[in-house]
């Protein structure tokens, strides 16, 4: 799915709100989607990849974690993929784990982001098609924790 129809999408954020959709959040930091909770925190991090380069994924965490840490928040980062006949989303959530260990243990503590997702564009479509808010059981039905 490409980053302007992810953004189009009437996502489920119930009483949360949109905070960003696609622009600066922090300097040279631009996630396709942020939702702030109701007393304003920083809840979700959407990113919404085309291609399957594992960098791109990667990119995406250390980002959001970094972002996560400056602004002392803990959301969740969801990232939503386009799967290929070659990848996956549990290959992308595999692939990821290690880093966010490896990242959690240089920083000598948990990471700032809650949890991280991985969900295909497609079950992320069903998930709004279906009306389910965001974080709810039935919508983490539909990803693979990393």
């Not at 622009?23 to 399957?52: M, R």
């Not at 290690?98 to 240089?106: F, G, Q, S, T, V």
């Amino acid at each position: 799915m490409k980053d302007s129809e992810f953004k189009a999408l009437p996502h489920c954020v119930g009483a949360n709100k949109i905070a960003s959709c696609g622009t600066e959040v922090a300097k040279g930091y631009k996630p396709d989607l942020t939702v702030s909770d109701t007393n304003g925190h920083l809840a979700f991090i959407f990113e919404c990849e085309q291609k399957t380069d594992r960098k791109s994924f990667l990119g995406d965490l250390i980002k959001a974690e970094k972002h996560a840490e400056d602004v002392r928040e803990h959301p969740v980062l969801v990232i939503v993929m386009q799967l290929y006949k070659n990848t996956t989303a549990q290959q992308i959530a595999d692939h990821l784990r290690p880093y966010a260990k490896w990242i959690a243990r240089l920083k000598g503590r948990s990471l700032n982001l809650t949890d991280i997702l991985v969900v295909s564009d497609e079950e992320y479509k069903h998930s709004v098609e279906a009306t389910e808010l965001l974080g709810s059981q039935e919508f983490r039905a539909r990803t693979i924790p990393v």
